[in-house]
């Protein structure tokens, strides 16, 4: 077993696998032991290299982890089948964007991208500074693939923290389990030989570094059993002395495949450790605990120990997570820690976030702009308001200054008494001989200009003798004798005009010339009484017209 390293972050491993289906487990925090695991069978695409029907893998995700007890909130590491795996030589001097399209552009050569957009991940293998010269490997998945499982993990609440090809995830649990036997630093040469369905592949590794790799297409099922066996043998031993190793790992991942047998077949001089996938397996290659059968878990793939053992590697071993390094027509991603999460940013992630912090100061500043121009507004309007009678004053002050900006005291006072003598002369009025049987009830004058006096009398008589005094004091007012009522209640009583015990009549007047306040309350007061149907005489009414009594004007 590989060094283990504890992790605080419990990882949930996905895996699909052509004949397999979907795997589903999880490794112990604290040990190297698969503590879950299930599987169900998914149909895939050979042919255009994809899962079959996205809503049955859905389905199947949801039930295996119900039947683990797995929250759907839990953080994933997914492996897919290989599509593209390859390799390019670069100019060491080249950025990662240039990687990133000279890689973009050697995948569309695929016939695999001719329709579908790649999306990729790569890392250095060797990098060469005196022949200036860097090899990377890279792997390629259809961009619509990885949108689609993605976008079913988010509906689900699930955090994906890797998206990978099984076969660098494969070579990643056979280190991790140490099934070639490699002490740290080894860098023994050995061969991988994967066997699936429908190609084999040859890998050829230093350690745990990748040299070389080759895959060759091999339809499987159109051998007979023997056949099969056979093919297999005859095309591996045409490659197989360009790989020279001290020891050959076969895995079979196809069904009808037999590690163990294909090694009869194999001419290799040395060490060859086999192990299967598929019906003929025995026991799981790593160690489950109790609550897994093991009957279920002896066909476990090396790409979902691959998937588990990314937290709990000493060292990278062929990282080719597309959530850690991408190329792409479309988005990239990146991961960072953060409070013992794993935090995926991709570039939609990213633009979303960065138009929101825009949204967020633009509203800022509009609301700071808004309450600027809000108390400028206000400012300049109480400065208008100060202006406007600092020019009113001015005017006031030139007026009686005059053209020479001297104030005449003599021409000011007279001025002033002529202007406010028709104001006087009413307010002398009120000093003016009452008869005795008049009494004034209100009063209102406005700038000397507008008056108004109303009262009660017992005599009709006194009402004209006390109205030309009035126009005696005042003689250049506008005043006239408007009203003249008899009344009909007094002190909130009601008067019986007809009563014999009475012996007079009062009578209500008003001397004016405006509308008085009152008056004019008095009969908003009528006219709302009307309109609600009453007798505006019994809502407001304390006098009624006299009897062949008319306003009287003195110059008449």
């Known amino acids: ?261 294909l090694k009869t077949q194999i001419t290799f001089d040395e060490e060859i450790i086999t192990h299967d996938c598929n019906k003929y397996s025995k026991i799981p290659p790593i160690d489950i605990s109790s609550s897994v059968i093991q009957s279920e878990a002896a066909s476990m793939t090396y790409a979902l120990i691959g998937a588990l053992a990314t937290q709990h590697l000493e060292e990278k071993v062929l990282d080719l997570n597309l959530f850690n390094k991408m190329s792409s027509s479309g988005e990239g991603y990146f991961s960072f820690e953060f409070l013992d999460k794993v935090i995926i940013v991709t570039q939609e992630l990213a633009r979303q976030a960065l138009l929101a912090i825009a949204g967020i100061l633009v509203l800022f500043f509009g609301i700071l702009y808004g309450l600027f121009y809000l108390i400028e507004t206000s400012l300049n309007n109480q400065a208008n308001k100060y202006q406007t009678q600092v020019s009113s004053i001015q005017q006031e002050i030139e007026a009686i200054t005059g053209s020479d900006g001297v104030v005449d005291i003599e021409t000011l006072i007279t001025k002033i008494i002529d202007t406010n003598k028709k104001a006087i002369s009413f307010y002398d009025s009120i000093a003016t001989d009452i008869p005795q049987s008049v009494w004034l009830q209100y009063y209102y004058n406005k700038n000397g200009e507008k008056l108004a006096i109303e009262g009660v009398s017992g005599n009709i008589a006194d009402i004209y003798n006390y109205y030309k005094s009035l126009k005696i004091v005042s003689p250049q007012s506008s005043i006239k004798l408007n009203r003249l009522q008899i009344l009909t209640e007094i002190n909130g009583q009601d008067y019986d005009l007809a009563a014999p015990d009475l012996g007079s009549k009062y009578y209500d007047f008003e001397i004016s010339n405006t509308k008085s306040p009152r008056s004019e309350f008095l009969e908003k007061n009528k006219k709302d009484a009307q309109q609600d149907g009453q007798n505006p005489a019994e809502q407001n009414g304390d006098a009624a017209p006299a009897n062949n009594l008319v306003p009287v004007d003195i110059n008449n």
């Open 1 to 261: 077993m590989a060094n283990f390293v504890s992790s605080n972050k419990q990882i949930v491993g996905v895996s699909i696998t052509p004949n397999i289906g979907v795997e589903v487990a999880l490794l112990d925090k604290k040990s190297p032991i698969v503590i879950k695991y299930a599987k169900r069978p998914l149909e895939y695409n050979l042919a255009t290299r994809e899962i079959q029907d996205y809503d049955a893998f859905k389905t199947i995700i949801i039930d295996l982890f119900k039947e683990l007890d797995i929250t759907l909130k839990s953080s994933v590491y997914i492996t897919l089948p290989n599509v593209h795996l390859d390799f390019e030589s670069l100019p060491l001097i080249i950025g990662d964007d240039a990687i990133s399209n000279a890689i973009l552009s050697k995948a569309e050569d695929s016939y695999i991208f001719k329709r579908v957009e790649p999306i990729s991940a790569w890392t250095d293998l060797v990098t060469n500074s005196q022949a200036d010269k860097r090899l990377v490997v890279y792997t390629s998945f259809q961009e619509t693939v990885i949108s689609q499982i993605r976008d079913i993990f988010s509906e689900l609440g699930s955090e994906i923290i890797g998206i990978e090809s099984s076969y660098p995830a494969i070579i990643r649990g056979l280190y991790f389990t140490n099934v070639v036997g490699l002490e740290k630093d080894d860098n023994t040469n050995w061969d991988l030989l994967l066997v699936n369905s429908n190609s084999y592949a040859l890998f050829s590794m230093q350690g745990t570094r990748l040299i070389d790799y080759t895959e060759v297409p091999l339809a499987i099922k159109s051998f007979s059993y023997e056949e099969a066996y056979q093919a297999i043998s005859a095309s591996v031993s045409q490659i197989l002395p360009n790989f020279p190793a001290k020891k050959l790992v076969i895995l079979s991942q196809a069904e009808d495949i037999c590690a163990e047998v």
